[in-house]
């Protein structure tokens, strides 16, 4: 004879609820009392209306623009403009210095308002006749690629001192290299362009 399952089921039931109901009887720690809301913060108050500036205020404009401004002499003590190095008896812009050019023609592409002066340098090997033709050329040359880069020829000078002003004393290619060079000089910056 076959029972049915309902009283089988009844005694499952009564027995989970039997070993259920002892693991409910557990204390458990109290929950912590809730915290009390903060109030919400006050609304900003309106601001004013602004006010054309007094003439305190236009001297303060006037010192911000002091400080962004630079003279030709503060722009060539922070070197702010990077020389290039030559090969010997060549005025023929070098791989390597094209990147300070760029940066050159950056630098002055942000600051409309300053003209430079190009100095064209040799090392002491050659005629000083010579070495004042091949310093020219290496100005020219530098000259020639600002200007490719769209910094406008007004704006630059050039001059050669030869072998007259070197850096570096002494004999050998360590100092003659340093020596050949093209320097950039700030020779005015104007207030008011840019």
């Not at 005694?11 to 809730?34: H, N, T, Y």
């Not at 940066?103 to 064209?120: F, K, M, Q, T």
């Not at 001059?159 to 100092?175: C, D, V």
């Amino acid at each position: 004879m076959m029972r049915s399952p309902a009283p089988r089921l009844s005694l499952l039931a009564l027995l989970a609820l039997v070993l259920l109901i002892p693991a409910c009887s557990k204390d458990e720690p109290p929950a912590p009392a809730p915290q009390p809301v903060p109030p919400p913060a006050p609304a900003p108050a309106p601001s004013p209306e602004v006010e054309a500036p007094n003439a305190g205020e236009w001297e303060v404009a006037d010192a911000a623009e002091e400080e962004s401004f630079l003279s030709a002499e503060q722009i060539n003590a922070r070197r702010l403009l990077r020389t290039i190095h030559f090969d010997y008896d060549s005025a023929e812009i070098r791989g390597d210095q094209r990147a300070t050019l760029q940066a050159n023609a950056d630098w002055l592409r942000e600051h409309s308002n300053v003209r430079i002066l190009i100095e064209g340098h040799c090392d002491e090997r050659g005629t000083r006749e010579y070495n004042l033709a091949l310093g020219n050329q290496r100005a020219q040359a530098a000259t020639a690629y600002l200007t490719s880069l769209g910094i406008s020829a007004s704006r630059i000078e050039t001059i050669s001192y030869g072998e007259e002003n070197p850096i570096a004393l002494g004999e050998g290619e360590q100092y003659w290299s340093q020596n050949r060079r093209g320097e950039f000089v700030a020779v005015t910056s104007e207030r008011g362009t840019t």
